[in-house]
C-alpha cells in the first residue's frame, strides 16, 4: 500500500464516518457540523485526484458558503435548536427496497463502465485547462448557468421585500 | 531530493514560520497598546521588562493562570473546539506566503515559503471564508444572547465582503496570469506594483481587509457598549487567549496579503542595478518584506485609534454599494489596461 492509499483511505473514513454521524445525530447543529467534515473529506479526495482547483473551490462554495448559510439559517430559528428530531428507524422495509436498488444501480455502473486508464503526466495546474474549456467549448452551459444564479438573486430579493408593500 | 530531505526541510519551515509568527502577534499587542498610548497622549505599558517590553509574556503568564469557565447553558464539546478551529485556520493560511525570492543553501533550491502551491491565492481565499466557523460556533454554543448576535454578525460581515475581496483578488490574477503567490510577487517587477496599477483594487481589498479582520471601524462583531465582548463574551483563560492570539495572527496575514498582492512583495526596485552580491540582495530584500508588513500593521492600528465604529447598516450598505462595484469596476479597469498596453 503506497502513501496515496493510505491518505485515501482516511479521506474515505472522514467523510463516510461523518456522514454517518450527519444523519444519526440528535442535535441539527451538530448534524451541520459533521457535515463541514464531509464536504472536507471530499475536498481531500478531489485533492487526491489531483484536482487542485475543484478541491478548493468545493471548500469556497460547500464549506465556506453553503454550510454557513445552513447553519445561520438553523441559529436564527431558535426553535428548531431545541427540537429533538427522529433518528430512530422507520419504514424499514420500503427504505431497505429503495436504497437497495440504488445501490444495486450504482454498483453496476462501476462494475460494468469502461474506465479510461491512461498513463499519462498530470498535469501541473488544472486551472488553465479548465478556464480554457470553460470559455470555448462550454461556454453556453457557462453562461446560462450565470443566468439562472442572476434569476435566483432577483427571486430571492423580489421574495424578501413583498412584506413592504 | 529524497523524501525525507523533503520532509525535514518543509519542517524547519513550518518551525520557523510558526515562531516568527508567534513573536511577532505577541509584539503586535505590545505594539498596539504602546501605539493606543502615543494617539492618546499617555504613557502605556511601562513596569514590565525596559519600558514594558516583557510585557506580552506577563500577558501570556497571567491568562495561562486565570481560572477557565465554561457556563452551563454552553454546548461543552463546540464551546471548547471554537478557539481552536479559530486557530488552526488562522495560522495555517501562512503557509503560501512568500516572505523571499528562493534561496540556495547547503546546495539546495528552497523557496522562501512553506509551500508553493500554484492555486496559492484561492488557497487563502478558502481558509478566510473557513475563518467564519470559529467564530459562528463559538457564539452559538455559549449560550448567551451578546455571543449569538455578535457570532451572526461576524459571518454576516465576512460573508458580504469576501465578494468584494474575491473581485479585488481577480484584478491582481489577471495581471500575473497565475494562482501562485510567488509568481504574483515576481509579476510586480519594479515600480510595476498592484497597488500602482490598480489604486482602486488596492483600496477595496485593503478595506476588505479591515472588515475580514474584524477590526475597527468594522469590529461589529464584538461592539462593546452593545454587545460585552461579543463572540468571546463567555470565553476565560487561554479560550479567550486563542481568540485573541487568532484576531492578532489575522491582522498579521492580512497585512502580509496586501504587502504581496498589491506592493510587490519582496521586490525593492532598481535594487539589481545596484551590482550589490546576491546574498546581500536576498537579505535586502527579505528585510524590505518585513519593513512593508511592518507598515501595513502601523496602518492598521493607526486607523484603529484614530476613526469611529460604522453602524451596522452603514456597514453592510458600504459593503454591496460601494465596495462591490469598485471591486467590479477595478476588474474591468485592469482588463482595459491589459489590453492596451500589454503589460
Known sequence: MSIYDVIFYLFAILTIGSGYLVVTSKNIVHSAFYLLFTLFGVAGLYVLLAADFIAIVQLMVYVGGILILLLFGVMLTNKVTDVKIRTGTIHIIPAVIGTGLLMGVIVSMMLRTNWKSEPGELPFTTTYGLGRILLTDYVLVFELLAMLLLIALIGAASIARRDNE | ?343
Open chain 2, 1 to 343: 531530493m529524497t523524501l525525507l530531505e523533503i520532509t525535514i526541510i518543509t519542517m524547519i519551515r513550518i518551525a520557523i514560520i510558526i515562531s516568527v509568527l508567534l513573536l511577532t502577534v505577541s509584539y503586535l499587542v505590545y505594539f498596539e497598546r504602546k501605539i493606543s498610548a502615543w494617539t492618546q497622549n499617555r504613557i502605556g505599558p511601562n513596569r514590565v521588562g525596559w519600558r514594558g517590553a516583557l510585557q506580552p509574556f506577563a500577558d501570556v503568564g497571567k491568562l495561562l493562570l486565570k481560572e477557565d469557565i465554561i457556563p452551563s447553558a454552553s454546548n461543552k464539546s463546540i464551546h471548547t473546539l471554537a478557539p481552536f478551529i479559530t486557530l488552526v485556520i488562522a495560522f495555517s493560511t501562512y503557509a503560501v506566503i512568500p516572505i523571499g525570492p528562493n534561496v540556495t543553501l547547503f546546495g539546495y533550491d528552497i523557496p522562501l515559503a512553506v509551500a508553493d502551491v500554484n492555486i496559492g491565492i484561492l488557497y487563502v481565499l478558502a481558509l478566510t471564508s473557513l475563518g467564519v466557523y470559529g467564530i459562528t460556533l463559538a457564539g452559538w454554543s455559549s449560550g448567551s444572547k451578546y455571543s449569538l448576535i455578535g457570532g451572526i454578525r461576524s459571518s454576516a460581515q465576512m460573508i458580504s465582503y469576501e465578494v468584494s475581496m474575491g473581485f479585488s483578488i481577480a484584478g491582481v490574477v489577471l495581471v500575473a496570469g497565475s494562482l501562485s503567490p510567488i509568481t504574483i510577487v515576481e509579476s510586480q517587477y519594479g515600480w510595476m506594483w498592484n497597488a500602482v496599477l490598480q489604486p482602486i483594487g488596492f483600496i477595496t481589498f485593503a478595506i476588505s481587509a479591515f472588515a475580514e479582520t474584524n477590526r475597527l471601524p468594522f469590529d461589529l462583531p464584538e461592539a462593546e457598549p452593545e454587545l460585552v465582548g461579543g463572540y468571546h463574551t463567555e470565553y476565560s483563560s487561554m479560550k479567550f487567549a486563542s481568540f485573541f492570539l487568532a484576531e492578532y495572527a489575522n491582522m498579521i496575514i492580512a497585512s502580509a496579503l496586501i504587502v504581496t498582492l498589491y506592493l510587490g512583495g519582496w521586490q525593492v526596485p532598481y535594487i539589481d542595478k545596484l551590482g550589490l552580491g546576491e546574498t546581500l540582495t536576498v537579505l535586502i530584500q527579505i528585510g524590505s518584506f518585513f519593513v512593508k508588513m511592518g507598515a501595513v500593521l502601523f496602518f492598521f492600528i493607526w486607523v484603529r485609534w484614530s476613526i469611529p465604529r460604522f453602524r451596522y447598516d452603514q456597514l453592510m450598505s458600504l459593503g454591496w454599494k460601494v465596495m462591490f462595484p469598485l471591486s467590479l469596476f477595478n476588474v474591468v479597469w485592469v482588463a482595459v489596461l491589459i489590453m492596451l498596453f500589454n503589460i
